[in-house]
């Protein structure tokens, strides 16, 4: 174990901790106080709640006093720890892993609040256990933490997880308690970190690409799953070990989360969008605040176009209508670069479920050369009559007909299908049908589900993932990135499909 002098048998304690959560330090205090843990510096955790939505954050000139309200004299925990982490900017494009939603303010609030103790641990050049305000411990187990403190004498470890969960598999032992990680472990609950660890953490491009830190903290080792990630991240090697047994656990339950429960982070001011998305709405309903607040949570702003007008686009319930959502789209696509990745989507009766990197990556796999790319459903409408004239869908899948309630393509290829004249109340899947099967614009169709999923006359190949808040087709085994339901389906949304777009996990507000 590399530090200035021998440790005392309890290692230093950092506590990130939130000041409004009054009862959790109340707690946490008494437990360590309980198993004789004296060194305790208590950090304020940045408070993801009182953060703009819109990166990068400035944390310039900033400074909080260090706190120890158990050791108030202790010459160790005197002065003030700068908190001038200066412009701070999120991964533009990091998605979950799990779930592949986009990064929470709570979780960059929780990030900048390790930075803080990894800061702390550099300039106190002890080796330090780091816990979260919300830790447990398993107090039968932590009795045995000197034997994993005497593990850690013999090796130039500079991580240790304490409250993994171990993966699956022998374990490449590294001491009577520990093993070696070869895996991702998922939480920053409760770790042991060295001064060398911390300054290899500080030194990852945290400032600029900031993930949440039990995403980084692997990273900078080369263990996260992600290579993506491992390349921006990683360090000189360094050994990670985890002990056998948990010896921190939440003290709640993970499903009352803030950090995954808050506001999605959302496009640093004055960016540019990789993906645009944009919808025609005419009125402010409940079902385009669920399509609005579905696409911040994947990291994509959708932009609704006609908000205010009168609908003039026919009765969709008599199978006409619709050709005013062209008429509407138009205009707003000849104000775009003509190379610029335009999702279009229904208004009302779509949600999005997968991240915005995750839809660009799909469709250019499914499309050559970035062609426009529409949904695929199972029913020939509103004309059945061109069934035949259908090529067959590959596989004899289901899936075969152009459906125009979601599609993606180039601003200039998408504004060249809309060259003809429609009337608002002609019907605008009627249009894009003959645009598509006339062969002139290179119009691809989602067969496999891929990107797009039709639920009329498909709810038999409908999974939910609750867990994840994710849609799967048995039929065709993707992961659909945009549900639409349409038809008779719509109710589903709200049903069956009531987790889908990781609405198990938050809850939908007024429309800003």
């Not at 125009?404 to 180039?410: C, K, N, T």
């Amino acid at each position: 174990m590399t530090s200035p002098a021998t440790p005392p048998a309890r290692p230093s304690v950092v506590v990130v901790h939130l000041a409004r959560h009054r009862a959790r330090r109340k707690r946490l205090s008494a437990l360590l106080r309980r198993h004789g843990f004296t060194r305790v510096a208590w950090l304020d955790a940045v408070d993801g709640a009182k953060l703009p939505a819109n990166p990068p954050w400035d944390f310039g000139g900033k400074k909080s006093p260090r706190k120890n309200s158990d050791e108030k004299s202790s010459a160790e925990n005197a002065g003030e720890i700068p908190d001038d982490f200066g412009e701070v900017s999120a991964w533009r494009n990091w998605a979950d892993p799990y779930a592949r939603r986009a990064m929470t303010l709570g979780e960059v609030g929780c990030a900048l609040s390790h930075v803080r103790a990894w800061r702390h641990i550099a300039e106190d050049g002890y080796p330090s256990l780091v816990l979260e305000d919300d830790a447990d411990a398993v107090e039968p187990l932590l009795e045995d933490l000197p034997l994993l403190m005497q593990d850690l004498d013999y090796i130039e470890f500079e991580l240790c997880y304490l409250s993994q969960r171990n993966a699956p598999g022998p374990k490449f032992l590294a001491g009577r308690h520990i093993h070696v990680v070869d895996y991702h472990p998922l939480w920053t609950l409760a770790y042991l970190l060295t001064p060398p660890g911390a300054r290899k953490l500080l030194a990852t491009p945290w400032q600029t690409q900031l993930i949440p830190a039990d995403e980084m903290l692997p990273a900078c080792f080369g263990l996260n799953r992600e290579a993506e990630v491992n390349r921006a991240y990683a360090q000189a090697p360094g050994l990670v070990v985890a002990a056998n047994q948990r010896f921190f656990t939440p003290a709640e339950s993970s499903a009352n989360s803030e950090t995954e429960k808050s506001a999605p982070v959302r496009a640093a001011k004055n960016s540019e969008p990789e993906l645009l998305g944009l919808t025609v709405a005419t009125e402010k309903k409940p079902e385009l605040r669920r399509l609005l607040h579905s696409g911040r949570r994947y990291g994509l702003e959708i932009e609704p176009l006609g908000l205010g007008a009168n609908w003039r686009g026919g009765d969709v319930a008599n199978s006409k209508g619709g050709g005013q959502k062209i008429n509407l789209l138009r205009p707003a696509l000849q104000k775009l670069p003509e190379k610029q990745p335009v999702l279009f989507v229904d208004g009302y009766d779509t949600i999005i479920t997968r991240h915005a990197g995750d839809i660009l990556r799909a469709w250019r796999e499914i499309a050559a050369d970035e062609a426009p790319l529409f949904a695929a459903e199972v029913f020939c409408w509103p004309d059945k009559s061109r069934a035949d004239s259908y090529p067959a869908a590959p596989d004899g899948n289901p899936y075969r007909f152009l459906n125009s309630g979601a599609f993606i393509g180039r601003a200039g290829d998408l504004l060249n299908i809309l060259n003809g004249k429609i009337a608002d109340a002609d019907d605008d899947q009627g249009y894009y049908t003959e645009k598509f099967l006339s062969g002139k614009h290179r119009i691809a169709l989602d067969h496999q589900c891929k990107l797009f999923q039709c639920l009329n006359g498909a709810l038999q190949h409908a999974q939910v993932d609750e867990g994840r808040g994710m849609f799967f087709n048995r039929h065709t085994e993707s992961w659909p990135a945009v549900i639409h339901a349409n038809g008779p389906s719509k109710q589903w949304l709200d049903k069956e499909g009531r987790a889908v777009g990781g609405r198990r996990r938050t809850h939908y507000g007024e429309m800003e």
